[in-house]
């Protein structure tokens, strides 16, 4: 018997996700140590230490379910962004949100539209409820919405996701960009605006999408604690959107989706300004060494406004086996249809100098 023969033939066609390799993992197969992993967008600074003193709190209460509506992170968050309770669902990580949006609009036979190049866990949400994904090609790596927009209508998708920034190339839409496609939409067609790095953006690219809720009913804007919070290894992410679009994802979520020591650090880590100031400021002088020793490398790569940088290597996959073997791990894209590139996350200045090392050592090494 071939148990996978009882699962639908759309759960049988997904290709399992590839998470970043683990740093421990990777010690044990090659025997080394102080391994650098820069795969994952993960925070280089950790996290706030109002986050931990409030994890080392809530972990007094462990025993007890947490508080199934997040009463608490929700008025944190409905203070911070001026919307109600009533239109912020909470995720275990974005990544739940993402999934949430799709087991609760789509089913056999409804399509979801995305773009080529857009970050993974798209096609699998609406693969994974029997649903078809439409991948619009991209233009220079970045996402063309009037032709999002185009064929999601033609096709009359149901559901449009959009990453700003996108992972894994970093491209950006503007907020006029962003307005003009709402504008254009039919309303009966939702849009879950990913904006798992926005707090990554530098001050000249900020916009207030949260002020965009009442024009476009249609929109749902989702956020993590995953990034720019640091609290990746909590999982815990939110999303805004109209209270009976809320409503809809709040009735698929498990109850206790986010757990008690992730809501008590997320309120925290959501006051700690100044974290995510340092945050940024660190991104942005990696992001300069990074791309500095790209240039002098010789090497082209995709201008990024998140926390990481896609490059071009040639064979993307080889590059990556010999830069493990280095000691650094980074995150190969072949997936995404970019087998010439690589992903890099940014570090620490002494992480991102050794990865710039390495991949010169590599790049010599070939020649
Ligand atoms: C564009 C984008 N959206 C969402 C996520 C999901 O992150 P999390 O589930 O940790 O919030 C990621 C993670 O890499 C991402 O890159």
């Known amino acids: 018997m071939n148990y996978s023969d009882l699962a639908p033939p759309y759960i049988r066609a997904i290709a399992p996700y590839q998470p970043g390799k683990p740093i421990a993992e990777l010690e044990r197969e090659l025997g080394i140590s102080g391994i650098v992993k820069l795969a994952s967008n993960e925070n280089p600074l950790g996290c706030s230490s109002l986050a931990v003193a409030a994890m080392q709190e809530a972990i007094k209460t462990i025993a007890l379910y947490p508080d199934g509506n997040g009463f608490e992170l929700k008025d944190a968050l409905s203070k911070r962004y001026r919307v109600a309770h009533a239109n912020i669902v909470l995720g275990n990580g974005s990544n739940d949100l993402l999934e949430l949006a799709a087991r609760a609009f789509l089913t056999v036979g409804d399509k979801a539209v995305y773009s080529a190049h857009a970050f993974a ?193 040639g064979d993307g996959l080889k590059m990556y086996r010999r830069l493990l073997e280095l000691g650094v791990i980074v995150r190969p894209v072949s997936s995404y249809d970019m087998p010439e590139y690589l992903r890099v996350s940014i570090g620490t200045e002494n992480e991102n100098e050794k990865f710039l090392a390495a991949l010169q050592q590599a790049i010599e090494e070939s020649k």
């Open 121 to 313: 866990v798209y096609p699998l949400a609406t693969q994974a409820v029997g649903a078809t994904g439409i991948s619009v090609p991209a233009i220079n790596f970045g996402h063309d919405l009037q032709a999002m927009r185009k064929a999601a209508v033609a096709q009359q998708a149901k559901l449009i996701f959009v990453a700003n920034p996108n992972n894994p190339t970093g491209t950006f839409l503007g907020a006029a960009e962003l307005l003009d496609f709402l504008r254009a939409l039919p309303t009966n067609i939702l849009v879950v605006l990913d904006e798992a790095y926005n707090e990554y953006l530098p001050e000249s690219c900020r916009y207030d999408s949260v002020s965009w809720m009442k024009e476009f009913p249609n929109l749902i804007i989702s956020r993590t604690f995953s990034k720019a919070f640091g609290l990746a290894g909590l999982r815990v992410g939110y999303a805004l959107a109209h209270e009976q679009v809320a409503d809809m994802l709040n009735r698929v979520r498990q109850p206790f989706n986010v757990n008690s020591v992730a809501q008590a650090a997320a309120v925290a880590a959501l006051q700690d300004e100044d974290f995510v100031r340092r945050t940024n400021a660190l991104n942005q002088c990696g992001m300069e060494q990074i791309t500095a020793g790209l240039k002098r490398l010789g090497l082209e790569y995709i201008p990024s406004y998140g926390n990481f940088i896609a490059f071009r290597i």
